[in-house]
């Protein structure tokens, strides 16, 4: 599966689901329409039955919050241990790292700092919550996760894209061998 907000992406988006069918994945993505609506259910639902369903889980963190089904998308794939990887956009790492005094109190718990207005730059200070959930912040370094950061797609994500995914049979038996050790 993969889970990413559509605004200002959705070329990207559809390049990186089309890059997966190529390499011989079955792509569940909503953008491009193969997420089934379950008759009587909202998107929100039908999204949270792909990432039951999914073999992997790839996350895209960007700037941008959309509507929250992405992130409840993360947290289900989170909760339930699904094997996931993500790309995560530079601003929002950045500003992770530049907001992060103003988000957390001393303890390292969030506080209520919010945005005051949508920018250019980002829209949500949820997307940071995303990207340190996605990552595991706070867990030991063994239990965290890899967030490849990119700043545009055709340069610097679609090759981690490639890397990790053009020889199917080695990501299928990697994800074999991660099954045998739950």
């Not at 409840?72 to 929002?92: C, Q």
């Not at 490849?148 to 055709?154: A, L, V």
């Not at 090759?159 to 990501?171: G, K, W, Y």
Request: hydrophobic share 35%; glycine share 8%; net charge negative.
């Amino acid at each position: 599966m993969v889970s990413s907000t559509v605004n200002h992406f959705k070329t990207e988006l559809e390049q990186l689901c089309y890059t997966l069918q190529g390499y011989g994945y079955h792509v569940l993505n909503s953008h491009i329409g193969t997420i089934y609506s379950i008759p009587g259910k909202s998107p929100e639902e039908s999204c949270l039955a792909a990432v039951e369903e999914c073999d992997f889980f790839f996350g895209i963190i960007l700037p941008f919050y959309g509507s929250g089904i992405t992130h409840t998308e993360f947290k289900r794939a989170i909760a339930v241990n699904k094997p996931r990887g993500f790309l995560a956009h530079h601003d929002v790492a950045f500003s992770r790292q530049l907001l992060k005094q103003f988000m957390y109190d001393q303890s390292g718990d969030r506080n209520g700092f919010t945005l005051i207005k949508k920018t250019p730059v980002m829209d949500d200070l949820g997307v940071i919550d995303m990207y340190n959930e996605a990552v595991g912040d706070g867990q030991p370094l063994n239990k965290r996760l890899w967030a490849q950061e990119f700043y545009k797609y055709s340069l610097d994500g679609a090759p981690f894209v490639d890397t990790q995914f053009n020889n199917i049979e080695r990501f299928w038996a990697d994800l074999e061998k991660l099954k045998a050790l739950k």
